[in-house]
């Protein structure tokens, strides 16, 4: 009888320490739960503008290879260059990139690049903003309130976040905040998606997919295309089916703005890294 053979585990990556196409660093990280954290990185010299909505490419290089992801970013942009870009980021099993970030001691040097992306606001527009998100795609629309709040130019805005467990719910202190004390015109609705779990007993806000609030929502507070401008973040099959909800009450094209976190049928293992 021949035994079977242990698997055999692939040999660890190491991440360079320093490498010329280094040029930036890790300068914080807050841990939101086990697989998601608030990271964020600071270039060595001066920080690159950017607008809110935008991504940067973040990575390092292991095994001889630069490994990078891009990212949402969730600061406002008013801070770059004195505190740095806050990523709000997953942890995905068995991801090239999000593994090797876990490991990584504060201080340590990195490469950064970028911004890029069109996913921005729609410039004076005094609608109702409706934020449509899953998991980590509302760093972006977090990113856009700072910055207004910044601006002293605060638009009104409807926010949805959808997660599977209630723990994932990010900058969910900040928002509750903002909209318990007025700091911001926002009605905040987090909506979770597994109500048998045990991690999520307790939880007393809306449940289900956060696309099937969407027509609830747009019906109890009363969003029309008239007066409402939508923008959604997320896995490929939340946005598809946010947009055709909005498509049919009406809402144009143009007036429902979205970001695609991976291409549609390249989702990685786990969500979205």
């Known amino acids: 009888m021949i035994e079977p053979q242990p698997a055999i585990e692939p040999a660890p990556r190491v991440i360079a320490a320093d490498d010329d196409r280094y040029n930036a660093r890790l300068v914080a990280r807050s841990d939101e739960a086990d697989s998601l954290a608030y990271f964020t ?41 004195t505190e ?19 490991d990584l001691p504060l201080g340590h040097r990195m490469r950064m690049i970028g911004p ?9 527009d005094d609608r109702i903003h409706l934020f449509i998100s899953s998991g980590t795609g509302n760093a972006p629309f977090v ?7 910044r601006d ?16 994932e719910i990010g900058y969910r202190t900040i928002l509750e905040g903002w909209e318990r004390d007025g700091t911001y015109p926002l009605t905040y609705i987090p909506s979770v998606s597994r109500p048998s779990a045990p991690e999520n007993a307790g939880w007393s806000g809306r449940w289900g997919r956060v696309e099937s609030i969407v027509g609830p ?10 007066n409402a401008i939508a923008y959604i973040c997320g896995n490929p099959d939340m946005i598809l089916a946010a947009e055709r909800t909005l498509l049919d009450r009406g ?9 695609l976190y991976w291409p549609k049928g390249k989702e990685p293992r786990g969500a979205e890294e």
């Open 251 to 259: 809402f144009p094209e143009p007036q429902v703005k979205k970001e």
């Open 41 to 81: 990185v600071k270039y060595d010299g001066d920080g690159v503008p950017f607008l809110p909505g935008q991504y940067m490419t973040i990575g390092v290089m292991a095994n001889g290879r630069l490994v990078q992801r891009p990212y949402s970013v969730a600061s406002d942009p008013g801070v770059c260059g």
């Open 143 to 149: 990113s856009m309130m700072r910055a207004m709040l």
């Open 116 to 124: 890029k992306g069109k996913f921005t606001l729609e410039p004076d």
């Open 217 to 226: 929502v747009c019906d109890e507070l009363g969003l029309t295309p008239d």
């Open 84 to 102: 740095g870009y806050e990523l709000y980021i997953r942890l995905v099993n068995g991801g090239q990139f999000t593994p090797l970030l876990w």
């Open 152 to 167: 002293g130019a605060a638009r009104r805005a409807v926010f949805l976040n959808g997660v599977s467990y209630q723990h």
